[in-house]
């Protein structure tokens, strides 16, 4: 909502917005753009007489400022719907979808194309460094737009994807997630379905090669060409990526053929396969895999993906947005193979609607196994609280794993384990009470 508030403060428009909290990078880049924000959703904001009032999926029926709207028959849309009438009309959409990875590749692939002098608009979910800022719209025909899967608003409860009409769409990965709208996985296929619905015959959809789940989406009808990436066991077949070397360089291949040699230091399997994906989404945007591959080289990747936060005492501190098991493994393996044998520290705290209500809470210990130590976070009150019993959970894990309900405890234990050349890998996907600066105060 912030980066299309960002896009209709580009497009001319005055515009304010409101949340119950707003918190950095997206409140500072807001606020940099001379957008006013509200702290709550108080009725009388409808004083400010609006056109068009934006809704986002987190506004429920009972929202006292929504409830005031529909007593007035004041006029109301969803962000993705304004987007996709506004916006994303008549243009050459790019849309990637997936449980992981759609804002790092989103960015990847946006940043291709600006480095291919394509001046590309898009509307991303996060902060892409090599931009400084999440959503811009452009005169180009180009637009590269975070497709995601969760519910549109509580009064449009398909997925937010099915507004955008790509005529190119990446299925990057896809497990179950999002427990608080989908009962189980083949719920969550449908609604890809629906968007594969969408793509042209003249589009392309590119998918992840090793994801059964997929597999069966494109089963059930596909009108469009598609390209396979990171087919297991499959060199020959669709885009692959060779082995990465320790400083995390490898071979873009195409059914076998090279394509070029991708030159970075992120870290892990999963921005290879991101890659993969963004490259093959640029070739169908007319930029050649060599050029694209080159300009990877030079990607800064995304605010909260992997950020080093600081060091102090000889600890470093990294910030990710990991909250789904399947990506705090990623992430940690990742780290992993970047300081060897060195400790690593895993702070989670599962805060997504789905770690709420407890449905990956057995597959928590499972991704934290090639951690050192683990540091659990659960608020015991407010609306971020648990509903289960973290400290039981991390119980597999053993010795090495405790679980805090206040962040004070919290900081303490990190700083009573931490020694020089140690490494804290903190996750979350909210704000986590600024605990990353309070470690690094602690340690200093």
Request: charged letters at 20%; one cysteine or more; aromatic letters at 6%.
């Amino acid at each position: 909502m912030g980066g299309i508030a960002a896009i209709a403060r580009a497009a001319g428009f005055k515009v304010t917005g409101c949340d119950a909290n707003v918190y950095p990078p997206m409140s500072t880049q807001l606020e940099s753009l001379g957008i006013d924000l509200i702290s709550g959703f108080t009725p009388d904001q409808v004083d400010l007489k609006p056109d068009l009032f934006v809704i986002g999926n987190v506004v429920s029926r009972g929202n006292r400022l929504m409830e005031e709207i529909l007593n007035r028959g004041l006029p109301y849309t969803s962000g993705p719907q304004w987007v996709g009438e506004h916006i994303l009309s008549g243009k050459h959409v790019l849309a990637v979808a997936g449980t992981h990875g759609k804002t790092t590749t989103t960015s990847m692939l946006a940043w291709i194309l600006e480095d291919a002098g394509k001046n590309p608009g898009f509307l991303i979910g996060g902060l892409p460094e090599n931009f400084g800022v999440s959503a811009r719209n452009t005169d180009s025909h180009l637009f590269v737009i975070e497709a995601d899967e969760y519910d549109t608003a509580f009064f449009d409860k398909r997925s937010k994807f099915v507004h955008y009409r790509p005529t190119t769409a990446i299925l990057n990965n896809l497990e179950y997630d999002h427990a608080d709208i989908f009962p189980d996985l083949a719920a969550i296929e449908t609604q890809f379905h629906h968007l594969v619905r969408t793509v042209p015959g003249k589009g392309l959809i590119i998918a992840n090669g090793r994801e059964a789940s997929l597999d069966r989406v494109l089963a059930r009808g596909c009108w469009s060409a598609v390209e396979r990436f990171g087919v297991t066991g499959g060199q020959d077949a669709g885009w692959n990526a060779g082995p990465a070397d320790a400083e995390g360089a490898f071979d873009v291949l195409l059914d076998g053929a090279p394509q070029g040699r991708v030159q970075w230091d992120l870290l892990g399997e999963h921005n290879r396969l991101n890659a993969l994906a963004a490259v093959a989404a640029a070739r169908h945007a007319g930029v050649d895999p060599a050029r694209a591959i080159a300009a990877l080289a030079t990607f800064k990747n995304v605010k909260r993906r992997m950020e080093m936060r600081g060091s102090a005492g000889g600890v470093t501190v990294y910030d990710d947005f990991a909250h789904h098991p399947t990506a705090i493994a990623t992430t940690i393996a990742g780290l992993r193979a970047k300081v060897g044998r060195a400790r690593i520290l895993a702070v989670l705290e599962p805060r997504s609607n789905t770690m709420k209500l407890g449905t990956m809470k057995a597959a928590l210990p499972g991704s934290l196994l090639d951690a050192d130590l683990v540091f659990g976070y659960g608020a015991k009150e407010g609306k971020d609280a648990l509903g289960w019993n973290l400290g039981e959970a991390l119980l597999p894990l053993g010795a090495k794993a405790s679980a805090y309900d206040a962040l004070p405890p919290l900081v303490a234990a990190i700083k009573a384990a931490g020694r020089p050349g140690d490494h804290v890998l903190v996750m979350s996907n909210g704000g986590f009470g600024g605990v990353h600066q309070k470690i690094l105060d602690a340690l200093r």
